[in-house]
């Protein structure tokens, strides 16, 4: 049985033990050395965390997924979401814990921001001017909050909104990215497709494929193992075998007719090529076929 999930205002302490603040910040090291760098799973029922990862590395738990992250990276983390984190003992940066309800969107709510709030996303803010003001932003919360000077709701309260919108443009963008990456990668595999099904009895290499496709080999080897975890050659190699297969189950045509068909001028190479691929002869796979197939 699954031990159930606890929940916490701060990690490690009981609700209710800080009852009189909307924010609080500590520094990551403060409390994960404290845990031998490991938080486990858990939640806050009220609760919105941002972590801001400026050195070190390690693991977000969100349930039953896990995501490495690197810095500079901000992590977010809604109310009720379950969740845990391994750092790396160099691990440096800030973890704010925010009233949700004192967040200048509701998360879950119709606005664009809500929405975003309303799931876990850990944003790599990266080498830009946006991703550089979001992490001076955090970095300018952290010391307002320490310090309690004059004005420092206000400040704490337009921080918290600057950070928030911009850290949600820079996660959106590169999602709308992906998006268009993963819509022409698809295309790229559609065509990689049509050309395979014209081309694979000429025993066309990568390079011929790259090259139609406008892209390296390298790139187009990339493409093709994400979506279907075949290389190129891998991918000719079983359009090639599956042909084979079907000639040899349900045809009479010799293995050396098949080899020629198949584009082979040596039926020995095209034996080994079958050999290499399924660890038997096209004669023996042939008869075990049949046998299978009671003809």
């Known amino acids: 049985m699954r031990q159930p999930v606890p929940t916490y205002d701060l990690y490690g302490e009981e609700i209710g033990d800080r009852p009189d603040f909307w ?12 845990h031998h760098w490991e938080i486990a799973l858990h939640r806050h029922e009220n609760f919105f965390q941002i972590l801001y990862i400026a050195d070190g590395s390690g693991d977000a738990v969100f349930g039953e997924r896990t995501q490495v992250f690197a810095p500079p990276t901000i992590i977010t983390v809604p109310p009720t979401a379950k969740h845990g984190f391994r750092f790396s003992s160099d691990v440096d940066g800030f973890v704010f814990t925010i009233l949700a309800s004192h967040l200048p969107a509701a998360p879950g709510g119709r606005s664009r921001l809500g929405s975003w ?16 003001y979001v ?15 004059g004005h420092r709701t206000a400040l704490l309260d337009s921080h918290l909104m600057t950070v928030l ?3 949600e443009r820079i996660d959106q963008t590169r999602s709308d990215d992906g998006t268009r990456d993963e819509a022409v990668n698809e295309r790229r595999l559609e065509v990689f497709n049509a050309l395979l099904q014209q081309h694979y009895l000429d025993h066309r290499p990568a390079a011929f494929y790259a090259q139609a496709l406008n892209i390296s080999p390298t790139h187009l080897n990339r493409v093709l193992r994400a979506a ?6 891998e991918a000719i190699a079983g359009k ?5 297969r079907r000639q040899l189950v349900f045809t009479r045509t010799s293995v050396q007719e098949i080899s020629f068909s198949l584009g082979f001028s040596d039926p020995a190479y095209f034996s080994r090529f079958f050999v290499r691929h399924t660890g038997v002869s096209p004669r023996a796979w042939r008869l075990a076929e049949r046998q299978k197939l009671g003809a």
């Not at 924010?23 to 404290?34: K, N």
């Open 117 to 132: 709030l309303a799931k876990p996303h850990l944003t790599y803010l990266g080498d830009n001017d946006d991703g550089h």
């Open 165 to 167: 919108m911009l850290t």
């Open 240 to 244: 090639l075998l599956a042909a084979a």
């Open 23 to 34: 924010m609080h910040c500590e520094t990551i090291p403060a409390r994960s050395r404290l």
């Open 135 to 149: 992490a001076e932003t955090l970095r300018r919360m952290a010391v307002e909050w320490e310090a309690r000077h």
């Open 228 to 233: 279907t975890g075949k290389s190129v050659q």
